[in-house]
């Protein structure tokens, strides 16, 4: 009786599903894939319609006759078809994938017993090459593979029906039977946070440099400071998403490849954002081993710690390196200057402050692959260390990082989480899920982000970033020119000029950060990056219809 009890109460269900994949044989209905927009609800990528074709050797009654006919249906060599219908051991084969209308009604009309065909659309992007490291790719069986496409996949994907048909034991068709459907459930949309407009002016932007200066790479970052959901990611070179080269996969990495969020580089001068931060809030606080915003800073234009010369890259004025103030520091963008900032800080409270500013550590993008950056365990730092972070160098950020960093630092001092999502929802409408804006900690005080951010926009109208000055346009930033390493050592002739800066100043709502790998001839941040976030933010004036600034 308990036998009795258990095959017919608990082992129900698994018997009957092991009886019915017996007598039946299943030809799959593909679940339609979610589209991807951006925050306009521009279609980025959706689908079109195509199917593939099916067949069972076993049910096919003369394999010579139908190997002829589909060959000239399918498109398919004759040879390789009758091949397939001969194979009697398998019970289900794959004839064509991702084939059109046209030919499923070429074959509906020739009425092969044994040859089935089912929709399985082909993932198609409007916008081919637009932000394709973002949206990513989807494999053969349409599955998400990389980007949005990949991290977002159990949504998108939906969930695969079939159709049942009532078969002999060798898989042929039993007359008069009835086909069973079970419905398939088609993926949810995703809206982003990008705006195809921002993302594609960027991209035009960062084309243009890379083509002029001849650079390795060029890539890009627009966030809104106020929320940190990105609006453009732009990583070049690039690919067509329409046209993926598969066929190299050293070539479908690299280009594949979003390094905004999982490359790490060296920042230089534009690090210096941060260190100022930390200084003005501890002092702000009155720690009395931050230097005060009236401290002026030596003339020296070299700096000596645990043996190392730590030297100004310019002569500032008339070719003598001068006494200067903070903001005059980050005009003139002074290595020495920074290295009194994270002396007097000292290792435990930089520290404190390179954890607050997300340094070391993920910032929580939904994107697969984020990377941590490179900090050297606080416990091992020596002051010839600290004092090289100060200005940028012994540190290794992802651009991400950075530019979480850069507008926590000028917002108000708030930390977000950074989104590429803004929601999840179904094609009649309905939500199913929103990403609101999560504020993860604070940084630094709102007293400080505004002195921090008066002194950047100084830099802007009067320092190293002139060429990202826009006239009524309160722009602010930070250049920086930073020497690659290889094999642990400096790299002769090879640079990374970037610049981050955001505009209004007095209330951030764009922030960019601009890299450019590997420039030719001039490489300095301030002739190559910082014209580049002008041409942008002039751009997105434009786009939006942004009013001048009162000053």
Same mark, same amino acid.
């Given at each position: ?181 079970? /419905? ?40 809104? /400071? ?32 979003? &390094? ?6 060296? /920042? ?53 390196? &001068? ?229």
């Amino acid at each position: 009786m308990g036998r009795f009890f258990y095959i017919q109460v608990i082992w129900k269900d698994k018997l009957h599903y092991l009886a019915l994949d017996q007598w039946t044989r299943e030809i799959p209905v593909h679940a339609g894939r979610g589209n991807i927009y951006d925050v306009n609800g521009e279609l980025l990528a959706g689908n079109t319609a195509a199917y593939t074709v099916y067949a069972r050797a076993n049910a096919v009654e003369d394999a010579e006759d139908a190997s002829s006919v589909l060959s000239g249906i399918l498109g398919v060599g004759r040879e390789e078809l009758l091949a397939k219908l001969s194979d009697k051991s398998k019970s289900e084969i794959v004839l064509l994938r991702k084939t059109g209308k046209e030919t499923v009604e070429a074959l509906a009309g020739e009425n092969i017993r044994g040859v089935y065909y089912a929709r399985d659309d082909v993932r198609v992007y409007p916008y081919g090459a637009l932000a394709c490291q973002v949206l990513g790719f989807t494999s053969f069986d349409g599955s998400g593979t990389t980007g949005v496409e990949g991290y977002y996949d159990g949504f998108l994907g939906g969930e695969d029906g079939e159709i049942l048909y009532e078969t002999d034991l060798v898989g042929v068709d039993l007359a008069d039977a009835t086909a069973a459907y079970l /419905p398939a459930k088609d993926g949810l949309s995703i809206r982003l946070t990008l705006d195809y407009r921002i993302q594609s002016l960027a991209e035009q932007v960062m084309g243009r440099v890379l083509a002029e200066s001849q650079a390795k790479a060029a890539r890009a970052i627009v966030l809104d /400071p106020s929320d940190f959901s990105v609006l453009a990611m732009v990583n070049l070179p690039s690919y067509d998403l329409n046209d993926i080269p598969r066929n190299d996969l050293s070539m479908l990495n690299a280009l594949s490849r979003n &390094s905004l969020v999982s490359d790490i580089y060296e /920042p230089g001068s534009t690090f210096k954002i941060v260190t100022a931060a930390a200084n003005i809030e501890e002092g702000l606080k009155g720690n009395g081993r931050a230097l005060p915003l009236s401290h002026v800073y030596s003339s020296s234009r070299t700096r000596t710690v645990d043996g190392t010369t730590i030297k100004c890259w310019s002569d500032h004025k008339n070719g003598k390196h &001068s006494n200067q103030t903070l903001a005059e520091a980050l005009n003139n963008s002074c290595n020495p200057c920074f290295v009194d900032i994270a002396l007097a800080l000292g290792k435990e409270t930089f520290y404190d402050y390179l954890d607050a500013f997300g340094f070391g550590r993920a910032t929580g993008i939904d994107f697969s692959g984020e990377a941590i950056g490179m900090l050297l365990p606080e416990s091992v730092v020596r002051d010839c260390d600290l004092a090289r972070i100060g200005f940028g160098q012994t540190v290794a950020v992802s651009p991400l990082q950075l530019a979480c960093a850069a507008a926590s630092a000028v917002n108000g001092g708030y930390y977000y989480a950074p989104r590429l999502v803004e929601e999840i929802f179904s094609e009649d409408g309905s939500v199913r899920e929103r990403t609101e804006k999560k504020l993860l900690h604070r940084t630094v005080s709102e007293e400080t982000s505004k002195i921090l951010s008066s002194m950047l926009e100084g830099v802007v109208r009067d320092g190293s970033g002139k060429k990202a000055f826009i006239e009524g346009y309160r722009v602010a930033g930070k250049t920086g020119t930073a020497q690659k390493y290889e094999n642990g050592r400096i790299a002769q002739g090879k640079y990374v000029s970037s610049f981050v800066g955001y505009f209004p100043a007095n209330e951030p709502k764009y922030l960019a950060l601009i890299i450019v790998d590997e420039p030719q001839g001039t490489y300095y941040g301030s002739t190559v990056a910082a014209p580049c976030a002008q041409e942008i933010f002039q751009g997105i004036i434009g786009i939006k219809g942004l009013q001048r600034t009162e000053v």
